[in-house]
């Protein structure tokens, strides 16, 4: 069984950084892509950033020049490098792994909460 461990959420003033933390119980070579999702209360979980095994990258618009994901292999370690944050930024944050071998699996974390408020 596949799990993923977030971790590193909490109450920041805006402007503020975080660094959230996602470790996986297997190697992270193992996954096509990992990746950071957000829900927000009341919306729709949304895409954040994703890192594909080849280490390429990926933002959605709203973080392009705040957030960067990296991810540190021999840890099974996934990063997502908060910077500059928000208020609208305040969400849960879930870690994603998508796992492709005779099916396209997806693994998901228990999600870390990240408060931006004054």
């Known amino acids: 069984q596949v799990q993923l461990v977030e971790s590193g959420g909490g109450l920041v003033q805006p402007g503020g950084s975080l660094r959230l933390s996602c470790a996986a119980s297997?190697?992270?070579?193992?996954?096509?892509?990992m990746g950071w999702y957000r829900q927000a209360p009341g919306k729709q979980r949304e895409f954040v950033a994703a890192?594909?095994?080849?280490?390429?990258?990926n933002y959605a618009d709203s973080v392009k020049g705040r957030f960067t994901i990296s991810r540190d292999n021999a840890k099974n370690t996934v990063y997502l490098q908060m910077n500059s944050l928000k208020p609208e930024d305040t969400a849960v944050y879930y870690c994603k792994g998508v796992l492709v071998s005779t099916a396209v699996y997806d693994y998901w974390g228990q999600g870390t909460q990240v408060t931006v408020s004054s």
């Open positions: 297997r190697s992270i070579f193992s996954f096509n892509t």
């Open positions: 890192v594909s095994s080849g280490g390429s990258t």
